[in-house]
C-alpha cells in the first residue's frame, strides 16, 4: 500500500537492468563479453550471452531459471558463445518450462549440431524465433510491455532491443474516494471511465477520482553499431540507453572501419534521442582504465555512466 496516495498498487514495480558483461571483443581485466539481464515486473529477459555468462549470473544471485526469454544482436561470438553452456546446464539442472531464444537465422542449426552430437535430449523446449534487422520488429509483447528490435549497422545482421512498458492504469485516489462504491464501478475508473447509475447517468468523473498513470518506462540496448543517427527516432526518450563504445574518438577511424562507435559517439546519440541516461560498454580490450571513454562521453551527454559488471539499473516511475 503505497500512503502517500492511497493506492493499493505497489509503490515500484521493478524494471532492473544488471550489467553481466561489458567487455568487446576479448574478455580483459575482469571484464566479461556482452551480457545483460533485464528484469521487468517478473519477466526475465537475457540480453546477448558472451561466455561466461553462467558464471556471471551465479555471481549476481540471478536463477537461469527464471530466464524466459533470451535475445541475441547477432552472431559475433562475443554476443553467443555462453548460450550452449547455459543450455546445457538448463538442461542437467532439470529445467522444464519453455525457453525463447531469438537471433539471427542459423543459430538455432549451431543449437541443433550441440545437442544431436551430444545426444541430449532437454526436456524443456527451445522456440525459436529468427529476426528480421532491417526495420523494426515486435517480438515480444504482453499486458505489459512490448519489445521491439532495433536496425543496427554492423559487420553482420544486428539489431538491438527496445524494451517499452504499455500505459498503465489511472490510479485510484483514495482520498477522495466516496464511501460506498462498487467494485466495478472502481475497476471502471481504473479503466479510466466515469462513475455512473444504473440509467448511465454520471455520479463522478473520472479525473475527480484518480491521478494519473504511473510513467511508462522503456530501455534500449544497442550493441553492436556504428554510429547509427536513424534509430535516435525510434527510441526517442528512451529513459535509459546501452550502447557500445568499444573506442575513443582517437580511434574513430577503427571504429568506423570495424561497425563500432566511440564513446562521444554514443553520447551524440544519447543527446539525439533525449535518453535520460547512457549507459557505455562493449569496451575494447585495450583499454585497461576506462576513465578516458566515460570522460569524452560526459562532455558531450553528462548522465553517462560505465556499464560495469555487477551494476544494476533500476528505472524507477
Ligand atoms: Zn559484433
Known amino acids: 500500500m503505497n500512503l502517500e496516495t492511497g493506492n493499493q498498487q505497489p509503490a515500484t514495480i521493478s524494471f532492473t537492468i544488471t550489467i553481466l558483461g561489458s567487455s568487446g571483443a576479448l574478455p580483459a581485466y ?122 543496427l549497422t554492423h559487420k553482420l545482421p544486428c539489431t538491438g532491443f527496445l524494451f517499452r512498458e504499455k500505459t498503465k492504469p489511472r490510479r485510484i485516489d483514495k482520498t477522495r474516494l466516496p464511501a460506498g462504491l462498487l467494485l466495478q464501478q472502481i475497476a471502471a475508473l481504473k479503466k479510466g471511465y466515469d462513475v455512473t447509475d444504473e440509467d448511465g447517468n454520471i455520479l463522478y468523473r473520472n479525473e475527480e477520482l484518480t491521478l494519473p498513470p504511473r510513467k511508462s518506462r522503456s530501455y534500449a540496448y544497442c550493441s553492436d553499431t556504428a554510429f547509427a543517427p536513424h534509430i535516435a527516432n525510434q527510441i526517442k526518450g528512451v529513459d535509459a540507453l546501452y550502447h557500445e563504445a568499444t573506442f575513443g574518438q582517437d580511434e574513430a577511424e577503427r571504429a568506423h572501419l570495424t561497425g563500432h562507435s566511440t564513446a562521444a559517439e554514443a553520447a551524440t546519440l544519447a543527446s539525439l534521442a533525449g535518453a535520460g541516461k547512457l549507459l557505455i560498454g562493449h569496451v575494447s580490450a585495450r583499454y585497461r582504465d576506462l576513465t578516458p571513454l566515460l570522460d569524452e562521453a560526459r562532455q558531450i551527454f553528462p548522465n553517462t555512466d560505465l556499464a560495469e559488471e555487477g551494476k544494476v539499473e533500476e528505472l524507477v516511475c
Open 30 to 151: 575482469g571484464r566479461f563479453p556482452s551480457a545483460q539481464l533485464v528484469e521487468i515486473e517478473n519477466r526475465y529477459f537475457l540480453v546477448d550471452c558472451g561466455e561466461g555468462v553462467q558464471m556471471q549470473l551465479m555471481r549476481y544471485h540471478a536463477n537461469m531459471h527464471r530466464i524466459g526469454h533470451i535475445l541475441i544482436s547477432h552472431l559475433h561470438g562475443d554476443h553467443y558463445l555462453g548460450l550452449v553452456g547455459l543450455l546445457f546446464s538448463m538442461h542437467l539442472l532439470g529445467r522444464t518450462n519453455d525457453l525463447h531464444l531469438y537471433s539471427q537465422p542459423g543459430l538455432d542449426e549451431i543449437i541443433t549440431a550441440h545437442l544431436r552430437y551430444s545426444r541430449a535430449a532437454p526436456a524443456f523446449r527451445i522456440i525459436f524465433h529468427p529476426l528480421g534487422h532491417e526495420t523494426p520488429q515486435t517480438i515480444f509483447e504482453d499486458d505489459k510491455l512490448t519489445v521491439e528490435t532495433i536496425p
